[in-house]
T-cell receptor
Framework: EPEVTQTPSHQVTQMGQEVILRCVPI?????FYWYRQILGQKVEFLVS????????KSEIFDDQFSVERPDGSNFTLKIRSTKLEDSAMYFC??????????????FGEGSRLTVL | AQSVTQLGSHVSVSEGALVLLRCNYS??????LFWYVQYPNQGLQLLLK??????LVKGINGFEAEFKKSETSFHLTKPSAHMSDAAEYFC?????????????FGAGTRLAVHP
């Protein structure tokens, strides 16, 4: 079965460094999402992306964050200047516009970001 | 605005006992409801979902949930807990529209199963 893949699985970075997290959504999906889960806390919506633009973003998604779909397969989340509080698991997801999977988000395994 | 409340951040049961994880939602439109499970250091796995139709939905690993509109609830149950059920469980609500599906998650319930 097709799946969402994320790289890297774990990244350690120094505060102030730029980080790019990569995702390959399921190929026929049209909507893409990033979620964040700080250790021991709930899964929080960051941003959704459709038709090469942001469709919705949360208050967490400030100017330090950006997303893009640089080619037909990858979907990236960039954090420009990482802060300690950006340490979290970041989940990519995509959704299927067709029937049968209505309403379901398909999540990747996550990228754990550790900021030192 | 939509929201999800999971009652009980930690639930502990004996192996073989009934599992009941509570979830209440708030939504201004008919909701789509989900339960996800997260095992340690892993991603989110869909257990089951309610979209339309039958209010009792069955999922993987013997779990089921019942959508009760009058109580705005979507509690997750399993008749007999297994040690392998120990994990974090998240209830989520969404307003699905034309392929767009933003999920709002509850805070999660950590299920412990003891012998």
């Amino acid at each position: 079965e097709p799946e969402v893949t994320q790289t890297p699985s774990h990244q350690v970075t120094q505060m102030g460094q730029e980080v790019i997290l990569r995702c390959v959504p399921i190929s026929n999906h049209l909507y893409f999402y990033w979620y964040r889960q700080i250790l021991g806390q709930k899964v929080e919506f960051l941003v959704s992306f459709y038709n090469n633009e942001i469709s919705e973003k949360s208050e967490i998604f400030d100017d330090q964050f950006s997303v893009e779909r640089p080619d037909g397969s990858n979907f990236t989340l960039k954090i420009r200047s990482t802060k300690l509080e950006d340490s979290a698991m970041y989940f990519c997801a995509s959704s299927d516009p067709g029937t049968g999977k209505a309403g379901e988000l398909f999540f990747g395994e996550g990228s754990r970001l550790t900021v030192l | 605005a939509q929201s999800v409340t999971q009652l009980g951040s930690h639930v502990s049961v004996s192996e073989g006992a009934l599992v009941l994880l509570r979830c209440n939602y708030s939504s201004s439109v008919p909701p789509y409801l989900f339960w996800y499970v997260q095992y340690p250091n892993q991603g989110l796995q869909l257990l089951l979902k309610y979209t339309t139709g039958a209010t009792l939905v069955k999922g993987i690993n013997g779990f089921e949930a019942e959508f009760k509109k009058s109580e705005t609830s979507f509690h997750l149950t399993k008749p007999s807990a297994h040690m392998s059920d120990a994990a974090e469980y998240f209830c989520a609500v969404s307003m699905f529209s034309g392929g767009y599906n933003k999920l709002i998650f509850g805070a999660g319930t950590r299920l412990a199963v003891h012998p």
